[in-house]
Protein backbone atom coordinates (compact mmCIF):
# COMPACT_ATOMS: atom_id res chain seq x y z
CA UNK A 1 0.00 0.00 0.00
CA UNK A 2 3.05 2.34 0.92
CA UNK A 3 4.31 1.72 -2.31
CA UNK A 4 1.56 3.03 -4.27
CA UNK A 5 1.01 6.01 -2.10
CA UNK A 6 4.39 7.26 -3.00
CA UNK A 7 4.12 6.58 -6.57
CA UNK A 8 0.91 9.06 -6.37
CA UNK A 9 1.98 11.54 -4.03
CA UNK A 10 5.25 11.96 -6.75
CA UNK A 11 3.22 12.23 -9.56
CA UNK A 12 0.75 14.87 -7.67
CA UNK A 13 4.42 16.60 -6.43
CA UNK A 14 5.02 16.54 -10.68
CA UNK A 15 1.95 17.88 -11.42
CA UNK A 16 2.43 20.85 -9.18
CA UNK A 17 6.01 21.65 -9.72
CA UNK A 18 4.91 21.57 -13.25
CA UNK A 19 1.96 23.68 -13.10
CA UNK A 20 3.92 26.32 -10.43
CA UNK A 21 1.87 25.57 -7.76
CA UNK A 22 4.27 26.09 -4.54
CA UNK A 23 1.80 26.31 -1.96
CA UNK A 24 0.10 22.67 -3.06
CA UNK A 25 3.72 21.50 -3.38
CA UNK A 26 4.78 22.53 0.61
CA UNK A 27 1.34 20.42 1.68
CA UNK A 28 2.74 17.68 0.67
CA UNK A 29 6.15 17.99 3.07
CA UNK A 30 5.87 17.79 6.60
CA UNK A 31 6.19 21.08 8.27
CA UNK A 32 9.80 20.29 9.90
CA UNK A 33 10.90 18.87 6.88
CA UNK A 34 14.84 18.93 5.39
CA UNK A 35 15.98 19.07 1.96
CA UNK A 36 19.30 18.72 0.43
CA UNK A 37 19.61 20.51 -2.37
CA UNK A 38 23.14 19.88 -4.02
CA UNK A 39 25.66 22.41 -4.08
CA UNK A 40 23.28 24.24 -1.02
CA UNK A 41 23.12 24.57 2.50
CA UNK A 42 20.30 22.41 3.63
CA UNK A 43 16.91 24.21 3.79
CA UNK A 44 14.66 23.48 6.85
CA UNK A 45 10.62 24.02 6.90
CA UNK A 46 8.00 24.41 4.62
CA UNK A 47 8.48 28.34 3.97
CA UNK A 48 12.07 27.69 3.26
CA UNK A 49 10.91 24.97 0.69
CA UNK A 50 8.47 27.54 -1.12
CA UNK A 51 11.65 29.74 -1.82
CA UNK A 52 13.42 27.16 -2.80
CA UNK A 53 10.73 25.57 -5.24
CA UNK A 54 9.13 29.20 -6.01
CA UNK A 55 13.57 29.87 -7.29
CA UNK A 56 13.58 26.66 -9.56
CA UNK A 57 10.16 27.00 -11.25
CA UNK A 58 10.70 30.68 -11.96
CA UNK A 59 14.05 29.67 -13.78
CA UNK A 60 11.83 27.76 -16.19
CA UNK A 61 12.50 23.94 -15.10
CA UNK A 62 9.76 21.21 -15.22
CA UNK A 63 10.45 18.00 -13.56
CA UNK A 64 9.69 13.87 -14.32
CA UNK A 65 10.10 11.77 -10.77
CA UNK A 66 10.56 7.71 -11.31
CA UNK A 67 10.34 5.74 -7.66
CA UNK A 68 13.28 3.08 -9.13
CA UNK A 69 13.59 0.94 -5.53
CA UNK A 70 11.05 -0.94 -3.39
CA UNK A 71 10.29 0.93 -0.31
CA UNK A 72 11.56 0.46 2.98
CA UNK A 73 9.66 0.94 6.02
CA UNK A 74 10.45 1.35 9.30
CA UNK A 75 10.08 3.13 12.61
CA UNK A 76 11.77 6.37 13.08
CA UNK A 77 14.45 6.86 16.22
CA UNK A 78 12.19 8.72 18.40
CA UNK A 79 9.36 5.79 17.77
CA UNK A 80 7.00 8.76 16.01
CA UNK A 81 5.49 6.45 13.95
CA UNK A 82 5.64 4.93 10.24
CA UNK A 83 8.61 6.30 8.03
CA UNK A 84 9.73 4.86 4.48
CA UNK A 85 12.39 5.91 2.56
CA UNK A 86 12.80 5.67 -1.42
CA UNK A 87 15.11 6.12 -4.25
CA UNK A 88 14.23 7.44 -7.59
CA UNK A 89 15.08 8.90 -10.58
CA UNK A 90 13.73 11.64 -12.38
CA UNK A 91 14.88 14.73 -14.89
CA UNK A 92 14.43 18.47 -14.41
CA UNK A 93 14.62 20.35 -18.04
CA UNK A 94 13.16 23.45 -19.40
CA UNK A 95 9.26 23.64 -21.37
CA UNK A 96 10.78 21.63 -24.69
CA UNK A 97 13.32 19.44 -23.55
CA UNK A 98 15.72 20.20 -26.31
CA UNK A 99 18.64 21.61 -23.87
CA UNK A 100 19.40 21.77 -20.38
CA UNK A 101 18.02 18.27 -18.88
CA UNK A 102 19.55 17.33 -15.96
CA UNK A 103 19.23 13.42 -15.02
CA UNK A 104 18.80 13.62 -11.18
CA UNK A 105 18.77 10.56 -8.77
CA UNK A 106 17.37 11.16 -5.19
CA UNK A 107 16.47 9.88 -1.74
CA UNK A 108 13.32 10.73 0.03
CA UNK A 109 12.54 9.40 3.42
CA UNK A 110 8.75 9.60 4.24
CA UNK A 111 7.07 10.06 7.53
CA UNK A 112 3.29 9.65 7.93
CA UNK A 113 1.58 12.16 9.59
CA UNK A 114 -1.99 12.34 10.79
CA UNK A 115 -2.88 9.30 8.34
CA UNK A 116 -1.04 10.67 5.31
CA UNK A 117 2.85 10.24 4.19
CA UNK A 118 4.51 13.70 3.95
CA UNK A 119 8.34 13.92 2.32
CA UNK A 120 10.29 14.53 5.38
CA UNK A 121 13.65 14.80 4.44
CA UNK A 122 14.86 14.87 0.54
CA UNK A 123 17.86 14.78 -1.30
CA UNK A 124 18.81 14.95 -4.91
CA UNK A 125 22.33 15.65 -6.76
CA UNK A 126 22.99 15.76 -11.16
CA UNK A 127 24.46 12.23 -12.70
CA UNK A 128 27.47 13.65 -14.52
Given at each position: ?AG ?125
Amino acid sequence: MAGAEIHEAKARWCELFNSGDVKGMAELYTEDCKICPPNAPIIEGREAFQKLAGMLIASGLKAEMHPCQDMQTGTNAANEGETLWELGKGKFFKDDKSSGVDEIKYMVIWKRVNGSLKLYTEMWNVDQ
